[in-house]
């Protein structure tokens, strides 16, 4: 937001949305308002995973901006759905982000740098062409990190596992924090891919689910099962 307020103050008529819930957007929604941005900043709230893909091209350029972290462990599924709509990206140069894309794609930033944030902002919302050649770029890289290419991944191993051990029917086992809930939408559509190509598919929760989920998460048909706590089989001192 602080980036964009600069880059805004430049009068290039920007207009920002942040598509999606989170922990931080009442406090991005008080800053907006005490900078004067209403009608500038658009919040779409929460929104199904259908409806990611609309919004996203709704977009002439896609932001993903971290803060420096020491251990970036999480996989940055939002980078690959920017990719496979077709528009450029700007990202922080963190963790596997630098894998996913470059210069062809979108632009690197210094995590946390909102100088370097507003500069890439700036130089995609004045140059229509470039970031129609890099959209291009992004469609065709988006392409190479489609669900059926992830799950071809797996089943070749799956397929080995069933030589070595004889068997004959193709079985995935994932085991998870929790689940359904509401922040699995990489699994949840891994494993539809899995079983759109006929793998049949147990879920191990370690927790018993709570809270908001996806609704998307009901169109997994694997049996679910809820793990004991683990605590009762440790006996006491």
Not at 65 to 94: C, D, N, T, W
Not at 167 to 179: D, E, H, W
Request: contains cysteine.
């Amino acid at each position: 937001l602080q980036a964009f307020e600069q880059a805004d103050a430049l009068d290039l008529n920007l207009r920002l949305v942040f598509i999606g819930e989170g922990p931080e957007k009442r406090g991005i929604e008080k800053r907006a308002r005490k900078h004067g941005l209403e009608g500038l900043v658009h919040f779409s709230g929460a929104v199904s995973q259908n409806q990611v893909p609309g919004l996203l091209r709704g977009c002439d350029l896609l932001a993903a901006p971290y803060l420096p972290q020491e251990h970036f462990y999480f996989s940055p599924l939002k980078i690959l759905e920017y990719l496979a709509v077709g528009r450029p990206v700007i990202a922080s140069r963190i963790g596997e982000i630098p894998d996913l894309l470059d210069e062809r794609h979108g632009r690197l930033v210094a995590p946390g740098d909102r100088g370097s944030l507003r500069d890439a902002i700036l130089e995609l919302a004045r140059d229509a062409r470039l970031r129609e050649e890099l959209g291009l770029a992004a469609a065709v890289r988006g392409e190479r990190h489609d669900w059926s290419q992830r799950v071809g991944t797996i089943l070749q191993i799956v397929q080995g596992l069933r030589t070595v051990r004889r068997q004959p029917a193709k079985r995935v086992g994932y085991v998870l924090k929790m689940f359904p809930r509401f922040s699995v939408t990489f699994i949840t559509n891994e494993i539809t891919e899995l079983e759109r190509q006929r793998v049949e598919i147990r879920v191990f929760s370690m927790k018993a689910p709570t809270g908001n989920r996806q609704e998307e998460t009901s169109r997994v048909r694997g049996r679910v099962t809820v793990l004991p706590d683990l605590r009762s089989f440790i006996a006491p001192r």
